[in-house]
């Protein structure tokens, strides 16, 4: 005859009895005999011990008893405070075959494990409590094994909103710091400060890390994943501000660490105008040397591509375009550096500068770096270069290949054009006079030399009437425009017909 085990003729009567007649003896013994069966001992002798005694038994079973340790929880009366001790041992001195990422000996569990395993225990603050006093009680603890103790014990504090236990923790923390330091253990405090991600009450330890040095480690240490018992951006926050400032107040001028910090969080932002700064203080440093020398300008130049590239991933087009004009300063500086430097001038040497350039991609290059690539700005380039009958023709072919040139700067050029015809005096004597009459000859020529870039005839003509002086463009665009039928007007009862436009 075939037989049933014991445990399954139990589980079967647990399901017939009704509570109050014997359900709850029946899942109690079922529960030790399965507990037995996995601790490969005997009934009589997993009978005999007490039900925490089990419960730590099979925790050092890890994986292997979970589902039979909490059944025994289920069916036996165990204290919370019991739970949390009869884990915590389990955790002090349990053991994994052959599983990656254990904790440091002898905390041989990882943390997803202990955390599966702790929701055994109906109170979190009862976790926190056995395991701030495992740290205190234990004797000769390895320094890593005491910290990732300190760590787990915060997470269940703080799930459990026990402010006391957070207090008492912090202040052991506070205690303990001291002798990490003594021994250069620095880092087991970055992991202490990253994994309990209490950046506020626990500010000293980064300004200790810091202070010596241990930024790298530092950075290494912090991940967000252990910071995951809150928000995770909220703690990524928490810890750039926090770090950022011991930075600034430890090490203001260490700008490589604080460089450092930026790419970690890719405060892509915050590393731009970092690159912007300390561009500048190398433009600065090259312009106050009495010996120049371009190795500052290089350095310079490749700080402003780095940052450019920066805002162009955060759709800063305006910075950007800045920051690569700058930079084709920089190279153009360091192409022709003679006569006169082209950097760190102040807006009114910038315009005179502009102004004195023979070639238009020198000007407009530096226009575009000094933010002066503004129409009312190229009206003065472009007259002084009308003295200049050999430079105006391809200054004027460069410029309406890169600039559009608008009706409101041309008409300012031919009001400048019949000042001198006519006046040449009063608010005109800033400008270059033409004593001979070959200079005379020569403006002439430059602003022909202008109007025929004009296609708008109507423009050419109200630019050349305005200048004075161009009887023949005027006639021949008139013709031109005679040539060109007007608009047609349909009229009622009538035919079309053209209407001139002039």
């Not at 109170?123 to 701030?132: P, R, V």
């Given at each position: 005859?075939?037989?049933?085990?014991?445990f399954?003729?139990?589980?079967?009567?647990a399901?017939?009895?009704?509570?109050?007649?014997?359900?709850?003896?029946?899942?109690?013994?079922?529960?030790?005999?399965?507990?037995?069966?996995?601790?490969?001992i005997?009934?009589?002798?997993?009978?005999?011990?007490?039900?925490?005694?089990?419960?730590q038994?099979?925790?050092?079973?890890?994986?292997?008893?979970?589902?039979e340790?909490?059944?025994?929880?289920?069916?036996h009366?165990?204290?919370?405070?019991?739970?949390a001790?009869?884990?915590?041992?389990?955790?002090?001195?349990?053991?994994?075959?052959?599983?990656?990422?254990?904790?440091?000996?002898?905390?041989?569990?990882?943390?997803?494990d202990?955390?599966?395993?702790?929701?055994?225990?109906?109170?979190?603050?009862?976790?926190?409590?056995?395991?701030?006093?495992?740290?205190i009680?234990?004797?000769?603890?390895?320094?890593?094994?005491?910290?990732?103790?300190?760590?787990?014990?915060?997470?269940?504090?703080?799930?459990?909103?026990?402010?006391d236990?957070?207090?008492?923790?912090i202040?052991?923390?506070?205690?303990?710091?001291?002798?990490?330091?003594?021994?250069?253990?620095?880092?087991?405090?970055?992991?202490?400060?990253?994994?309990?991600?209490?950046?506020?009450?626990?500010?000293?330890?980064?300004?200790?890390l810091?202070?010596?040095?241990?930024?790298?480690?530092?950075?290494?240490?912090?991940?967000?994943?252990?910071?995951?018992?809150?928000?995770?951006?909220a703690?990524?926050?928490?810890?750039?501000?926090?770090?950022?400032?011991?930075?600034?107040?430890?090490?203001p001028?260490?700008?490589?660490?604080?460089?450092?910090?930026?790419?970690?969080?890719?405060?892509?932002?915050?590393?731009?105008?970092?690159?912007?700064s300390r561009?500048?203080?190398?433009?600065?440093?090259?312009?106050?040397?009495r010996?120049?020398?371009?190795?500052?300008?290089?350095?310079?130049m490749?700080?402003?591509?780095?940052?450019?590239?920066?805002?162009?991933?955060?759709?800063?087009?305006?910075?950007?375009?800045?920051?690569?004009?700058?930079?084709?300063?920089?190279?153009?500086?360091?192409?022709?550096?003679?006569?006169?430097?082209?950097?760190?001038?102040s807006?009114t040497?910038?315009?005179?500068a502009?102004?004195?350039?023979?070639?238009?991609q020198?000007?407009?290059?530096?226009?575009?770096?000094?933010?002066l690539?503004?129409?009312?700005?190229?009206?003065?380039?472009?007259?002084?270069?009308?003295?200049?009958?050999?430079?105006?023709?391809?200054?004027l072919?460069?410029?309406?290949?890169?600039?559009?040139?608008?009706?409101?700067?041309?008409?300012?050029?031919?009001k400048?054009?019949?000042?001198?015809?006519?006046?040449?005096?009063?608010?005109?004597?800033?400008?270059p006079?033409?004593?001979?009459?070959?200079?005379?000859?020569?403006?002439?020529?430059?602003?022909?030399?202008?109007?025929?870039?004009?296609?708008?005839?109507?423009?050419?003509?109200?630019?050349?009437?305005?200048?004075?002086?161009?009887?023949?463009?005027?006639?021949?665009?008139?013709?031109?425009?005679?040539k060109v039928?007007?608009?047609?007007?349909?009229?009622?009862?009538?035919?079309?017909v053209?209407?001139?436009?002039?």
């Open positions: 005859m075939h037989r049933k085990p014991c399954l003729i139990l589980e079967s009567l399901t017939k009895c009704r509570d109050g007649c014997g359900r709850g003896l029946c899942d109690r013994i079922v529960s030790v005999v399965k507990t037995a069966k996995v601790l490969c005997s009934f009589s002798e997993a009978f005999e011990k007490r039900p925490v005694e089990l419960l038994l099979l925790s050092l079973k890890a994986q292997d008893s979970f589902t340790a909490k059944l025994l929880v289920q069916t009366t165990i204290p919370p405070a019991r739970v001790h009869g884990l915590v041992a389990a955790h002090r001195g349990g053991y994994l075959d052959s599983q990656k990422e254990e904790g440091p000996a002898p905390l041989l569990w990882r943390f997803s202990f955390f599966k395993w702790a929701e055994l225990c109906p109170s979190d603050s009862e976790i926190g409590h056995a395991l701030m006093r495992l740290v009680t234990s004797q000769e603890i390895p320094h890593d094994c005491e910290v990732e103790l300190l760590i787990l014990s915060h997470h269940f504090y703080k799930s459990s909103s026990c402010l236990g957070l207090d008492v923790l202040t052991l923390a506070a205690n303990r710091v001291k002798y990490y330091v003594s021994e250069g253990d620095f880092s087991c405090l970055a992991r202490l400060v990253t994994g309990v991600s209490n950046f506020h009450a626990l500010n000293f330890i980064l300004d200790i810091i202070e010596n040095g241990q930024l790298e480690i530092l950075l290494h240490k912090y991940s967000v994943e252990d910071a995951t018992k809150c928000t995770p951006n703690a990524d926050r928490g810890f750039q501000m926090a770090i950022i400032t011991s930075l600034k107040h430890f090490n001028d260490d700008l490589d660490a604080l460089s450092m910090v930026y790419k970690k969080f890719d405060m892509k932002y915050d590393n731009a105008a970092l690159l912007e561009s500048n203080h190398l433009l600065k440093q090259w312009h106050e040397r010996y120049k020398d371009s190795g500052d300008l290089l350095e310079s490749i700080y402003l591509i780095e940052a450019s590239e920066f805002y162009s991933t955060l759709d800063a087009g305006q910075k950007a375009y800045h920051a690569c004009a700058r930079a084709s300063l920089i190279s153009l500086q360091i192409r022709f550096p003679y006569p006169s430097p082209w950097m760190q001038l807006e040497n910038a315009r005179r502009i102004i004195n350039q023979s070639r238009f020198e000007a407009f290059t530096m226009a575009e770096a000094y933010n690539n503004r129409s009312s700005e190229w009206v003065q380039v472009i007259w002084e270069q009308m003295f200049k009958p050999d430079q105006i023709e391809q200054f072919s460069d410029f309406v290949a890169t600039l559009p040139l608008y009706p409101p700067m041309l008409l300012e050029l031919a400048f054009h019949r000042s001198h015809v006519v006046g040449r005096g009063g608010e005109i004597s800033r400008f006079s033409w004593g001979t009459p070959g200079e005379a000859k020569n403006l002439g020529r430059s602003f022909r030399s202008l109007l025929r870039r004009i296609r708008d005839l109507r423009l050419r003509v109200q630019l050349a009437t305005t200048a004075t002086g161009f009887p023949d463009i005027i006639e021949a665009c008139n013709t031109a425009l005679d039928p007007g608009l047609l007007i349909l009229r009622r009862g009538h035919g079309g053209y209407l001139p436009i002039v």
